[in-house]
């Protein structure tokens, strides 16, 4: 007879707990079923729609609108892809954020964060055909939509941005009369529609306007700019001398074309000016004298850096 354990219960070869009959147990199971099956009936996994094992669902955020997709194509238009540490995008990402709660528009902790910011910039770049990468493919019809409606309009894409950042929405002419600040490397407004070297030419002229700005103030003048609203074009002068009474249109290449462009351009803001201002263009280097000859026809003055630092010289019609 064998003693049992002294720390062992008293058991029958029927209790459940009983150590033989989970050995016959073990032993019918490992003979007529596989392991997987085996394991899976004594011990019951759980399913990935077993709701102990699943987290609670996440609502979707929803897909961007439209006025975040025009939000999000000025900003790729000036700085093409950027990543989600740029301070661009964070900025943004605030801006959608905060447009979001006023507009009661309810998103996760994830919604228009700075990486989602990044990867719209990255849709757009697909649909660039000047951007040397790829850009990211899975851009959505919206996305699309939005890039042929405003990537080669250049007045429209700012107008709608200054209609969403909660400026006055215009529909008829309008001109502020407020001289505004000159732009800079961080206001510039870009010509959007060829590559990047009309970009860079932007930011070039936006630093000759400031250094000119600088050189006529350093003489007194009241200087700055303004915005006229035309058929739903903004046109923005470049540079206004409020003492002297003339309008500048600054243009960096020094070619016939960009003459006559800019010469084309003060004939159209001065239709809108009080007085019948003064004209004038403002160049990187000096023309050749059948461009000033040009300019003088039509009483412009011609403006351009002079050798000393920081002064300019301006020829007046005789």
């Known amino acids: 007879m064998v003693e049992r354990h002294p720390t062992w219960p008293l058991l029958t070869p029927d209790d459940p707990t009983s150590p033989l009959l989970v050995a016959r147990m073990l032993h019918a199971t490992c003979v007529h079923a596989s392991p997987l099956t085996t394991y899976g009936t004594m011990f019951p996994m ?34 093409q892809t950027a990543s989600k540490t740029d301070q661009d995008v964070i900025r943004l990402s605030a801006v959608l954020n905060d447009r979001a709660a006023r507009l009661g528009i309810s998103g996760d902790d994830v919604f228009r964060n700075p ?24 851009h959505s019809r919206g996305d699309a939509e939005t890039w042929d409606e405003f990537s080669t309009d250049s007045d429209r894409l700012a ?33 959007v529609t060829i590559d990047r070297a009309v970009r860079i030419a932007r930011r070039r002229e936006a630093r000759l306007v400031s250094r000119f700005g600088n050189h006529l103030k350093a003489q007194g003048h009241a200087v700055g700019s303004r ?19 003339c309008i500048w249109e600054a243009k960096f290449e020094v070619g016939r074309n960009a003459v006559r462009l800019a010469i084309g351009q003060l004939i159209d803001y001065r239709r809108f000016e009080p007085g019948c201002p003064e004209i004038g263009v403002l160049l990187s280097r000096r023309p050749s004298d059948d461009l000033v000859e040009l300019c003088h026809s039509i009483g412009a003055r011609v403006a351009y850096p002079d050798s000393q630092p920081g002064d300019f010289t301006v020829r007046a019609p005789r």
């Open 115 to 138: 990486a989602g910011v990044a990867l719209k910039l990255a849709n757009f770049a697909a649909l660039d055909p000047s951007y040397p990468g790829k850009g990211m493919q899975r």
């Open 46 to 79: 759980a399913t990935p729609t077993d709701p102990t094992r699943t987290k609670a669902a996440r609502t979707p955020n929803p897909p961007w609108d439209a006025e975040e997709r025009v939000l999000a194509l000025d900003l790729y238009l000036r700085r």
């Open 227 to 245: 915005h006229h609203v035309v058929e739903g074009s903004r046109l923005r002068i470049d540079l206004i001398d409020d003492t002297d009474g």
């Open 159 to 191: 107008l709608r941005v200054s209609e969403i950042m909660n400026e006055t929405t215009v529909h008829e002419r309008r001109t502020d009369p407020s001289l505004l600040p000159l732009e800079d490397d961080s206001t510039l407004e870009y010509q």
